[in-house]
């Protein structure tokens, strides 16, 4: 691979031309943005296209801003209109407003209206460059004009059959179905006859990709109240989108908020603003635990054994609600739960904690009688009956952390908020205090008359 060096605020290049688009992007994101504008400048108009089209280009509207007028104009709109949004979108007012003014009538019209609708919505993420065709046009015709339009668009993989009158749509065509029909045939007598998959622009971006991915679409028209085309959202950007939702999913299960940019984009404050919050807040949950402890001063000073036990008892509790949390939420988010079956996840949550923590405590106790028995510790004359205090005590708070680790993602979405937010962290602290409390609890009832 030919690589770009920079060297006294210049750029030094191999023949970057005849690099892959994708190789060229990972090698400007390297680069400062004055450098990468510069390398970009000095490429042929339609590769500097190419490389704003890729998502994976980092602070493409910065870089767009460095670019001369005429240039930057050019580009936008040679662009894909949702990929031109999305660069515009990650800018504030009025360098939007001035990247805007650098293009046509048109284009910025089309742009706004993308720019719009709410980031994550379908109207956000689909293009508005995708073929359709009147249903009184032949297979022939349909072929002639795709053959036409094909520059202009970002995929011509579906084909949107129009009523000619009102505009509303009729039917998708795939070019699969299109190019095995025979040329007279009028393009409403390809493919089955059955209603079109779509979605509306205020749709979220996750019910559009589970529309795609079960229906296995390559796009899916999005349509205003009166059943009229306003563009597709193609597989692609729902794959982009898809990825942008599980990385930051992924951040809020280890209790951090969504980072907006790569890791080594955020500033040190930006990133203490983003893990700070969710650090205060689960060390002000984890206080609890210090108050649980607390309370049952005494029977730590009467029991001082039992706290030999109370990291794997905390531990074990808040691994298996981080387990049920895990598993709800990806649940949820497929689709495959809904809050109103809180009720059925409950009762499948309630046995299977029981047999976890079943399972948990059996391996407590043998693993106390081992070393009491062969000598590697000696647990006092009552130890068996810290061992069976150990044993139910795992089996009350795995069975805890079991239920509530899957009840917080249901309580949390019928609230209105995101799901992933009952991260591992927040499971782990409620479990800790809970836990606590079981595990005295259980103590008290078993080591009374005894160490207690």
């Known amino acids: 691979m030919n690589e770009i060096r ?15 688009v994708a190789d060229v992007v990972a090698q400007i994101n390297e680069l400062s943005v004055a450098d990468g504008a510069l390398l970009l400048a000095s490429l042929p108009l339609d590769r500097v296209i190419d490389i704003f089209d ?15 007028e005429p240039v930057s104009g050019q580009v936008l709109k040679g662009m894909a209109a949702d990929r ?7 800018l504030d007012g009025h360098d939007r407003t001035k990247l805007l003014a650098r293009v046509d009538f048109e284009t910025a019209l ?24 009147p249903e009184t046009f032949t297979v022939a015709e349909t072929l002639a004009h795709i053959r036409a339009v094909e520059p202009s668009r970002e995929t011509v993989y579906a084909i949107l059959v129009l009523d000619p009158a009102s505009r509303q749509l009729v039917r998708v065509v795939t070019l699969r179905q299109l190019i095995t029909a025979e040329p007279d045939w009028k393009i409403v007598e390809v493919g089955a006859d059955r209603a079109p998959i779509w979605v509306s622009p205020d749709t979220d971006r996750e019910e559009v990709a589970r529309l795609i991915s079960i229906h296995d679409l390559l796009s899916v028209p999005v349509l205003n109240a009166r059943g009229q085309v306003l563009g597709i959202v193609t597989v692609d950007d729902v794959l982009d989108a898809i990825v942008s939702i599980s990385t930051e999913d992924v951040q809020k299960f280890g209790g951090v908020e969504g980072l907006p940019e790569p890791y080594l984009e955020i500033g040190f404050l930006g990133m203490i603003r983003k893990r700070a919050g969710w650090l205060s807040a689960l060390f002000l949950g984890e206080m609890l635990t210090a108050s649980a402890m ?23 509790g808040g691994n298996s609600g981080s387990q049920s949390t895990s598993l709800l939420i990806r649940a949820l988010a497929l689709g495959q739960v809904k809050v109103r079956d809180w009720w059925r996840v409950a009762l499948r949550e309630l046995p ?24 590697i510790y000696d647990y006092g004359p009552h130890w068996e009956l ?13 069975t805890f ?24 962290p927040f499971v782990a602290t409620l479990v800790d205090v809970t836990g606590l409390v079981i595990y005295f609890s259980v103590a008290l009832v078993i080591l009374g008359g005894t160490l207690l």
Not at 84 to 90: C, E, G, I, K
């Open 352 to 375: 299977v904690g029981i047999a976890l923590g079943g399972i948990l405590g059996l391996v407590g106790m043998v693993r106390i009688g081992l070393w009491q028995t062969i000598g």
């Open 6 to 20: 920079v060297a006294e605020g210049s750029v030094l290049l191999g023949d970057v031309r005849q690099e892959h």
């Open 110 to 133: 089309s742009l706004k209206l993308l720019l719009a609708y709410p980031e994550g919505t379908a109207g956000s993420l689909m293009t508005t460059e995708f073929v359709s065709v």
């Open 54 to 68: 890729r998502p994976e280009l980092s602070r493409a509207g910065e870089l767009m801003l460095e670019l001369s």
């Open 294 to 316: 607390q309370h049952f001063e005494d029977e730590l000073a009467k029991a001082i054994v039992l706290t030999l036990f109370i990291p794997l008892i905390m531990s074990s």
């Open 401 to 424: 952390g079991s239920l509530a680790g899957s009840m917080l993602p249901f309580a949390l979405k019928r609230l209105g908020f995101d799901p992933a937010s009952a991260s591992a």
């Open 386 to 398: 810290v061992a069976l205090t150990v044993g139910m005590g795992l089996v009350g708070i795995v």
């Open 84 to 90: 031109a949004a999305d660069t515009l979108r990650a």
